[in-house]
């Protein structure tokens, strides 16, 4: 069997590399494949290029490459290092690698590709690779990717807080909205913590047009003094949170004046529908959630309320829209239900941020897809132990980078 001559051509390192031997280890599964560079070859120093001698090896070292029929595959080789008068002894690049990884290009590819499809545990198994492999994988691969990223920022930005672990502990997810994708995480939501970010890229903070952002004052007061420019907008998800928000808070102020043993103590169990919007509970609950509405009718009522504030999305002008709110402020500020009377002062107090977002058309969209995937992130990352590897995870997943090595 001509193994060398079937691995040069599968395998096809790049000149003046070729495969000097090859073992097959049925009973472990594993293949081992020796490279070797010809004789009289220069090797380029890895600081400023320059075409050089070789001047010793550095002892053998492994790379892990694609399996071969389902058997572990390994790359061995010395490394040539060259003498450079003005960088000194260097280590020259080594063949299908780049010098630090341990895995061949073909290999980090991969796994980048199966981090992209299943969960960290679910890439590890299917590459057979330990999970601290693929978290260096990931890591690497938003390194390159933020390196790669064009300079400037988004017209629309996107800024929102993100609860992570238990404990109230917060990111900052900067998002382009325009793209639909997130442009940064930042460790914590307050002042103290997002302003840096904004004060590094000053200079660049001109291009920004439009942010949209929840109603809660702390981002919004970063942004006026930041990035004076920018129209602020208060978009359609998290104007709809702040609603939903007041119809649980009427949920859970009715729930405390029910007595325990009430009949109506159904209501405790079921009160996550009262979190639905009316297309979407599921038809064999929709008679129970009359007669909770009729039970429960404080709830019942700021439910509508929220229900109708819907519309507000659905107005073809600003007009339209004002004029549908002054309709919908009246209802809720003499409904005597305090959080509902909150929410519509909230929105009163922030109609110009709507009014931005309904003229600029940000849809909910980017933010709520986003929202979702971070969800599904967290999901899958029971295993994450530091904020640190959370933020490359989003941004692995959700930062529209360009992860691949470059193979050049
Ligand atoms: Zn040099």
């Not at 490459?65 to 008068?85: G, Q």
């Not at 009163?348 to 909910?364: E, L, R, S, V, Y």
């Amino acid at each position: 069997m001509e193994l060398v001559p079937f691995y040069q051509m599968m395998i096809k390192p790049p000149f003046p590399w070729k495969i000097r031997r090859v073992e097959v280890h049925p009973e472990i599964r594993r293949v081992d494949v020796w490279l070797e560079h010809g004789s009289g070859v220069f090797f380029a120093c890895p600081e400023c290029a320059e075409a050089l001698p070789v001047y010793d090896h550095t002892p053998e070292r492994s790379w892990r490459h694609l399996d071969t029929c389902d058997y572990e595959t390994w790359l061995h080789a010395e490394l040539p290092r060259v003498s450079c008068s003005k960088h000194g002894v260097r280590q020259a690049k080594p063949p299908l690698s780049d010098g630090r990884s341990t895995l061949t290009f073909a290999m980090e590819r991969r796994c980048i590709d199966t981090l992209a499809e299943c969960s960290r545990k679910g890439a590890a198994t299917l590459t057979g690779l330990s999970w601290d492999e693929m978290d260096t994988v990931m890591t690497r691969a938003v390194g390159r990717g933020m390196k790669r990223r064009p300079p400037g920022l988004p017209e629309w930005l996107g800024i929102d807080e993100k609860s992570v672990f238990a404990r109230h502990q917060y990111f900052t997810i900067i998002t382009d909205l325009k793209a639909g994708l997130v442009h940064d995480v930042v460790d914590k939501r307050t002042i103290k913590a997002v302003e840096p970010w904004f004060q590094e890229r000053k200079a660049k903070l001109e291009s920004v047009k439009k942010v949209a952002m929840d109603m809660s004052a702390g981002y919004a007061n970063v942004i006026s003094s930041m990035v004076p420019q920018a129209e602020i907008c208060y978009d359609h998800f998290h104007v709809t949170m702040k609603v939903n928000q007041a119809v649980d808070e009427v949920r859970k102020l009715e729930q405390r004046q029910m007595a325990e043993g009430d009949a109506r103590c159904d209501f405790f169990r079921s009160r996550f529908l009262f979190l639905y919007n009316k297309e979407n509970i599921p038809e064999h609950r929709v008679a129970h959630f009359q007669q909770l509405k009729e039970a429960a009718v404080q709830t019942g009522r700021a439910w509508a309320m929220k229900e109708n504030f819907r519309e507000i999305w659905h107005c073809p002008t600003v007009e339209t829209a004002a004029a549908f709110f002054k309709k919908w402020y009246w209802w809720a500020t003499h409904s005597r239900l305090k959080p509902m009377r909150a929410a519509a002062h909230t929105i009163k107090n922030h109609w110009q941020g709507i009014a931005n977002a309904i003229t600029n058309k940000i849809t909910n969209a980017c933010t709520e897809g986003l929202n979702n995937k971070i969800e599904k992130i967290k999901r899958d990352a029971f295993g994450f132990r530091s904020k640190g590897k959370f933020r490359i995870a989003i941004l692995f997943h959700c930062g529209g980078l360009d992860l691949y090595p470059s193979t050049a």
